[in-house]
């Protein structure tokens, strides 16, 4: 059982968006600007897509985007294109020099 | 170009050892702290250790701490994994950590499959 609560699949047709949620608590995503999306395709190396909640890195397309209500964080990608399937991890710090990750969501572009 | 390389990974018995490492280059690794992230068969990311950027400082996650140790030299990120469990088994990540003012992982390695199994 993972720290962050993710929904284990999310889906959409090219072109649309879908939201994956990523729910903690008030000692983690509620209290600190520390959150992180990670897309992982199969057999591959976790990539940062999100950080500090909203921030994109540097080459991440404008398409993601990174929100946060409360104790809940969310990543937004809008304009699904074929290559965006993979797995989403969401992360927090969570103090004391502790990081949590959500189980990952899976998410199919149909 | 950031580039991590880690090695060491191996088929090993409950109760042994190994000793993963971790290549890093294109990048000023003494600046930077850095951390190994696990990801078991078909499971999700765990973080397991971090290191400072001077090595002065660890911190280790509950599942570990006592068994694995972090260490690093002016180029490669370690780890030491003792007492190796069944539930250790996973692709050992190491990762760069942005950990000053934010905290991040912002670049990643390919990975070293640890498999503990009698």
């Known amino acids: 059982q993972s720290d962050l609560t993710q929904p284990p699949s999310a889906s959409g047709s090219p072109g649309q968006s879908v939201t994956i949620s990523c729910t903690g608590t008030?000692?983690?995503?509620?209290?600190?600007?520390?959150v992180s999306w990670y897309q992982q395709h199969p057999g591959k190396a976790p990539k940062l897509m999100i950080y500090e909640v909203t921030k994109r890195p540097s080459g991440v397309p404008d398409r993601f985007s990174g929100s946060r209500s409360d104790n809940t964080a969310s990543l937004t990608v809008s304009g699904l294109q074929a290559e965006d399937e993979a797995d989403y991890y969401c992360s927090s710090y969570a103090g004391s020099n502790n990081v949590v990750f959500g189980g990952g969501t899976k998410l199919t572009v149909l | 170009e950031v580039q991590l390389l880690e090695s060491g990974g191996g088929l090993v018995q409950p109760g042994g050892s190994l000793r993963l490492s971790c290549a890093a280059s294109?990048?000023?690794?003494?600046?930077?702290?850095m951390s190994w992230v696990r990801q078991a068969p078909g499971k999700g990311l765990e973080w397991v250790s971090l290191?400072?950027?001077?090595?002065?400082a660890t911190f280790y996650a509950d599942s570990v701490r006592g068994r694995f140790t972090i260490s690093r030299d002016n180029s490669k990120l370690f780890l030491r994994v003792n007492s190796l469990r069944v539930e250790d088994t996973a692709v050992y990540f190491c990762?760069?950590?942005?950990?000053?003012?934010?905290?991040?992982?912002?670049?990643w390695g390919q990975g070293t499959l640890i498999t503990v199994s009698s």
């Open positions: 990762a760069r950590v942005v950990w000053s003012g934010s905290y991040r992982f912002d670049y």
């Open positions: 294109g990048f000023s690794f003494s600046t930077y702290a």
């Open positions: 290191i400072s950027s001077s090595g002065g």
């Open positions: 008030s000692s983690d995503i509620g209290y600190y600007n520390y």
